[in-house]
């Protein structure tokens, strides 16, 4: 007899998968924060990126397509938990919206520290929110068309980035918004930077709504850990079969007189907009990470993981105003010792800052992610 995971079981598995790429993500922020002197493009250049960078950058790749995957999926748990489609479109209409006022805002003054802004940067948190006011419509199409809908979203959207519109025209603010990664000037005192272009995402954020029912209550726990298995290695099947090809979707890889850059040649993908590539990569890793987290069960490391994805805008909110005031801290003791920066000499000290901060951060997102489970009474807690 094959009996349904217990729901705390099932749903510790997202939140450790969660808690794991917030940690990713720390990491790069980290990076962003105390190793500004050396930034990198995108796609990284392999010839002016060393190993343990280009490591460092391409761990953080996991961080938005998975956070987005889950939001979908956690939004089809929800819909389980209240009262369906109805309920699930509202909230996702209403964080939707919180999420965008919180990245224009608090979000984007923990990056500057500037009022009022000359630039406000429209980042992940803006994607997620925008994906899932779209989602909230979404949701009442039927399963199969929007697992289509996602597909062709996702595989298809690679094919628009030819398409330019006449720099400042409304076209090109909204393809800006949509696809294109670029500045947008509202006053002469103010620009918009479109970091993340929507589109994409709102495909990522809808596959994890129609993967839902594989976490679904009564659903068996090996039929969904089967599931989970054929759509990671069938996604990094695809990116290994395109990227070897150098065809559709992504700038071409090449052969270096070094084994180890070749290897991150080919590993070498675009983020902004994140391409086919990009998201066959990290989703396929997701979902083999995922597979692992549930079948590792409840141990101590998991629960650990779990703490920092059962809060993660309270971690995301925390963590950007600690690095902030780390780094004013800094320049007051040090000053600027890299032209207009204050940075680490090395990749190491950035991988240390970013194992040292989590032992920081734990015990108050612990407490938070507490508060969350003991008070449901307070409606507010459901969007952070």
Not at 178 to 191: A, G, K, P
Not at 321 to 337: I, Q
Request: charged share 10%; aromatic share 14%; hydrophobic share 55%.
């Amino acid at each position: 007899m094959t009996d349904a995971a217990p729901p705390r079981q099932r749903l510790l598995s997202i939140d450790a998968l969660r808690g794991l790429v917030i940690l990713f993500m720390l990491l790069d922020h980290v990076r962003e924060t105390f190793l500004l002197h050396r930034q990198v493009s995108d796609p990284m250049s392999i010839d002016a990126t060393e190993p343990a960078l280009f490591l460092s950058r391409s761990l953080a790749h996991l961080c938005a397509p998975v956070f987005v995957l889950l939001t979908g999926l956690s939004a089809f748990l929800y819909g389980q938990k209240y009262r369906g489609r109805a309920d699930v479109s509202a909230f996702l209409f209403k964080r939707g919206l919180f999420l965008v006022v919180l990245e224009f805002t608090l979000v984007n003054f923990a990056w500057t520290f500037q009022l009022p802004p000359s630039v406000i940067y429209m980042q992940v948190i803006w994607a997620i929110g925008v994906s899932m006011i779209a989602l909230a419509a979404l949701v009442w199409l039927p399963r199969p068309l929007l697992i289509a809908l996602a597909l062709v979203i996702i595989g298809g959207h690679n094919s628009l980035d030819g398409l330019h519109f006449t720099p400042g025209s409304s076209l090109q603010t909204l393809w800006s918004i949509l696809h294109e990664r670029s500045w947008i000037q509202v006053t002469d005192t103010l620009r918009l930077r479109v970091t993340y272009p929507v589109l994409p995402w709102i495909g990522v954020i809808a596959l994890g709504y129609a993967v839902g029912p594989w976490f679904a209550n009564g659903m068996p726990p090996a039929l969904r850990q089967r599931y989970l298995l054929l759509g990671g290695v069938s996604a990094l099947a695809g990116f290994v079969l395109l990227r070897a090809a150098n065809g559709y979707g992504e700038k071409p890889w090449q052969a270096h007189e070094s084994s180890v850059q070749t290897l991150m040649s080919f590993f070498n993908v675009t983020k902004y907009p994140p391409s086919l590539l990009f998201l066959a990569l990290t989703l396929g890793i997701g979902m083999l990470l995922l597979l692992a987290f549930e079948r590792a069960g409840h141990k101590r490391w998991i629960s650990v993981l779990a703490v920092f994805g059962a809060a993660p805008m309270f971690f995301y909110l925390l963590h950007l105003f600690v690095l902030r005031l780390l780094y004013v801290a800094c320049v007051a003791l040090f000053g600027l010792d890299h032209g207009n920066y204050f940075g680490f000499d090395t990749i190491a000290a950035v991988w240390w800052a970013a194992l040292l901060l989590p032992l920081a951060l734990y015990p108050p997102v612990r407490w938070f992610a507490g508060l969350k489970a003991r008070r449901r009474d307070l409606a507010w807690l459901k969007y952070l």
